[in-house]
């Protein structure tokens, strides 16, 4: 079977991060993330940040949409999008996430209510950590 090069549908991915960010729980910081990640099985995995009144407890849109793609038995990326006010990528632990389950150019498109770019996860995480 060749290898047959499959065009993500970001305008699918960004509505359901859009969707999930509707719902995140940040009445410390304000800053509502969403994100959803296009698993190699053809599902749309999404997640929105999760604040704690313990700070250090909060977990990011980006992880807990790769975490609900993992419990559905599903352990590669193909695209990903994240949405925000301002278009802000994702933090340094979600880069490394990320790189875990990334396959070859996993797209990762960072929009915000009015831009939004595109980068692969190699650029926002050049020489991640892997072990041998
Ligand atoms: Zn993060």
């Known amino acids: 079977m060749g290898k047959e090069q499959r065009l993500p549908n970001f305008d699918e991915l960004l509505r359901a991060a859009q969707a999930s960010r509707t719902r995140a729980y940040v009445p410390y910081s304000k800053y509502a993330v969403g994100a959803a990640v296009l698993g190699s099985d053809g599902k749309i995995y999404s997640g929105c940040n999760v604040e704690n009144a ?14 609900a793609m993992v419990a559905a038995g599903c352990t590669s990326i193909e695209a990903v999008a994240v ?11 979600c ?4 790189s875990e389950f990334a396959v070859g ?6 929009a915000g209510d009015t ?12 020489s991640s950590f892997k072990l041998s």
């Not at 880069?95 to 990320?98: G, I």
């Not at 831009?115 to 050049?126: I, M, N, R």
């Open 105 to 110: 150019e996993t797209t990762v498109v960072c």
């Open 83 to 93: 949405v925000t006010a301002d278009g802000g990528t994702p933090c340094g632990a």
């Open 95 to 98: 880069r490394q996430v990320l």
């Open 54 to 67: 313990s700070y250090g407890l909060t977990i990011c849109a980006e992880r807990n949409a790769i975490a």
């Open 115 to 126: 831009s939004s770019h595109q980068f692969s996860v190699a650029e926002l995480l050049p």
